[in-house]
């Protein structure tokens, strides 16, 4: 594995932008003082896995007095999808949770 310089910062945190979904990276960190550098941290080992994309296709029928609601299952960020939560507005009424 050959690691490169990502950044020298004053403070202890620091923020990968421009990521890329099911990237995985290798990071290790270490000190730098006027007497020189310290031992490198353990590799850190991240993957990245996002929240679900936005569901689509959604689509409505009626059958006899109940609605029916469908929709294509988006890409699940890497994660199981454990439930869907749906949420409801009567007219004049209010929110209600399914």
Known sequence: MHF???ATVRVNSFTVNGTENHERFWFK???LTSCGHGPF???LTVSLSTIPDQIKNVE???H???LKICWEAPSDGRKEILAY???VQREDKELHTV
């Open 41 to 43: 941290s353990p590799t």
């Open 64 to 66: 006899d007095c109940s």
């Open 4 to 6: 490169i310089k990502l």
């Open 60 to 62: 409505t029928s009626i």
């Open 29 to 31: 960190v270490r000190t």
């Open 85 to 87: 939560k749906i949420e």
